[in-house]
């Protein structure tokens, strides 16, 4: 709840960012994770609620990252690339959900091994799909929008991404680039 932060650059000795850390910071607007972080865990509700317009993950790192429920929701980005290089990265619900400006997201192709599972997290109402299936699940980006575009570093990241969709992958507005 603080009032003045409006930048952060998390340093590279930072493992645990723990739940609602920076939770309704309002003048936080740019955050950086820094290259070669050895950060593994950002915790529920992390940055909920914060005026984020910049969010950088810097390449680097090889630890596993889970990034919890929650934690980046209602932030105000246009565009989040998670980084590429991570042992794997788990994704749990609402993570990155209720961002009114989000538009284009990059999921690396490390997020195919996932904590707790063979799955991640799912959206719901990309551009007005319909397949009422995604609804059952934890809405990775519900309520975003003005999402566009979702790029895979992969194809093994795109099927796993899909994978509770019974291998249907098709929304009316959006795109993907499993390349």
């Known amino acids: ?4 932060l409006a930048k952060i650059a ?10 609602f850390a920076f939770f309704k910071c309002s003048a936080l607007t740019d955050v950086v994770f820094s290259d070669n972080a050895k950060l593994q865990y950002i915790g529920q509700e992390a940055f909920h609620k914060t005026p984020i317009t910049s969010l950088v993950f810097a390449e680097g790192g090889n630890a596993p990252l889970c990034i919890a429920n929650g934690a980046f929701k209602k932030i105000l980005v246009e ?6 290089g991570r042992e ?11 961002c009114p400006n989000l538009k284009n997201v ?18 719901d109402n990309f551009n ?10 934890s809405c990775l980006f ?5 999402l566009e575009t979702i790029t895979f ?16 992958i098709s929304y009316s507005n959006g795109s993907y680039n499993g390349d």
């Open 128 to 137: 007005s799909q319909t397949n009422a299936q995604w609804g059952n699940y």
């Open 142 to 146: 519900s309520g975003d929008a003005a």
């Open 79 to 84: 565009e989040i690339a998670l980084p590429e």
């Open 106 to 123: 990059y999921i690396p192709s490390c997020i195919t091994k996932t904590w707790g599972g063979e799955h991640v997290d799912y959206f």
């Open 10 to 19: 998390i340093p590279t000795n930072v493992e645990p960012i723990e739940k």
């Open 88 to 98: 794997y990265i788990h994704i749990h619900h609402w993570a990155f959900g209720g």
């Open 153 to 168: 570093g992969s194809e093994e990241a795109r099927d796993t991404f899909f994978s509770h969709n019974n291998g249907v």
């Open 1 to 4: 709840g603080c009032s003045a």
